[in-house]
């Protein structure tokens, strides 16, 4: 079955540190993944995908086929990081989105 | 043209009662997508449309739910009898052929 794992729900860091957000995925094939986020009062919003290979934001994240692995990183991590993050995969012919339960991502000054 | 946008924002609702949701897409999308996210769980598909056609239905979507997309522009989701394991954030999302998913900011619903 297709899936994806976020197995962090809270993840709270301090200003100025780095950040690593897990996402862990179920695909038979070849998988596009995605990071999506929502901040507060604010609706869904793309961050990244895999194949642009481009950093928003400071944020990473690489595509680990071995690992079955599409975390998300950020050297250091800055108060207005401080949102929901969704990890996604599309899924069949329609493109629709299997979605990760989500990590909420508090930053501390 | 903002993005896309749902109508309610909010809907309180008794149990049993009937609920009807509004999607209008960004106007050049012809590819529309309803979800389902309860607290505490990313969104879950329920179903998908490609110009008024609704080519794929999720196991979420019950008999008591039924989505429609009459001219290819906005799209409703009806849900009848509404049960409280309903209460949910309904989102809308729509984009063209190639391009990746934009997300309304969702209709919250709660039944009593």
């Known amino acids: ?109 | 043209d903002t993005g896309v946008s749902q109508d309610p924002r909010h809907k309180i609702t008794k149990r049993g009662q009937n609920v009807t949701f509004r999607c209008d897409p960004i106007s050049e999308h012809n590819r529309l997508y309803w979800y389902r996210q309860t607290l505490g769980q990313g969104p879950e598909f329920l179903t998908y449309f490609q110009n008024e056609a609704q080519l794929e239905k999720s196991r979420l979507l019950s008999d008591r739910f039924s989505a429609e997309r009459p001219k290819g522009s906005f799209s409703t989701l009806e849900i009848q009898r509404t049960e409280q394991g309903d209460s949910a954030m309904y989102l809308c999302a729509s984009r063209k052929e190639g391009e990746t998913q934009y997300f309304g900011p969702g209709t919250r619903l709660l039944v009593l």
């Open chain 1, 1 to 109: 079955a297709q899936r994806v794992t976020q197995p962090e729900k809270l993840l709270s860091v301090f200003k100025g540190a780095p950040v690593e957000l897990k996402c862990n995925y179920s695909y038979s094939g070849s998988p596009e993944l995605f990071w999506y986020v929502q901040y507060s009062r604010q609706r869904l919003q793309l961050l990244l995908r895999h194949i642009s290979r481009e950093s928003i934001k400071g944020f990473t994240a690489d595509l680990n086929k071995g690992e079955t692995s599409f975390h998300l990183k950020k050297p250091f991590a800055q108060e207005e990081d401080s949102a929901m993050y969704y990890c996604a995969l599309i899924s069949g012919g329609y493109n629709k989105l299997i979605f990760g339960a989500g990590t909420r991502l508090a930053v501390h000054p």
